[in-house]
């Protein structure tokens, strides 16, 4: 599940079907987005440049996801592979903005935002040598003028505590190997 949203997107598909078939609660679905651009595009941080992921196709796999799962997703761990300051802005301006406007996307966390901070060198980090990098001056600039269209119920900022339910087996039953 390194990127549910271009690689493994039918296999997510089919668990998230699985699960509520099956009488799972699931309130949402994290749809892991490491390196958000065309295949082979983000060579992995080397700053080999590449596409950002195009917005059509990307509002149509999130509008496929919707549809087989009716379920809210949340966009986690998302980064752009790439030492291209340019590269990176256009990919957060383009996919950010779709993420918040679309209204079956119930947030979005960042992955990596330190540059050089992660498993791979150079991936992602929107912040390098503890300076913003552009893409996060465009996120900082976009985050207080802009709320997004959530419309899941979840993740609105409005949040009520509520005492944790005990912990059950599903069904009632343990797994036992």
């Given at each position: 599940d390194y990127?549910t ?13 699985k699960?509520k078939?099956a ?17 082979g595009?983000?060579n992995?941080g080397?700053?080999?440049g ?8 990307l509002?149509s796999?999130?509008?496929?996801i ?6 809210p997703?949340?966009?986690s761990?998302?980064?752009?592979f ?5 590269t ?5 301006q ?7 406007e ?5 947030g ?5 935002y ?10 992602s ?8 990098r ?15 269209v ?23 039953l343990?797994?036992?190997?």
């Open positions: 990127n949203v271009q690689w493994q997107k039918n296999e997510g598909i089919d668990l998230i079907q699960l078939k009488g799972a609660p699931v309130d949402a679905y994290g749809l892991q987005a490491h390196d958000m651009m065309t295949q595009g983000g992995g080397t700053g080999g590449g596409d950002c992921l195009s917005l059509s196709t509002s796999v999130l509008d496929e919707w549809q087989k799962t009716e379920t997703m949340f966009i761990e998302y980064d752009i790439t030492d291209n300051d340019n990176q802005k256009k990919c957060y383009e996919q950010i903005s779709l993420f918040m679309n209204e079956h996307v119930a979005i966390t960042l992955w990596g330190i540059y050089g901070a992660t498993w791979n060198s150079g991936t980090g929107i912040i390098k040598d503890n300076k913003d552009p893409a996060m001056t465009w996120l900082k600039e976009y985050l207080a003028s802009n709320k997004g959530n419309t899941t119920g979840l993740a609105t900022g409005e949040v009520t505590p509520v005492d944790p339910e005990p912990q059950k087996p599903f069904k009632g343990a797994f036992n190997l």
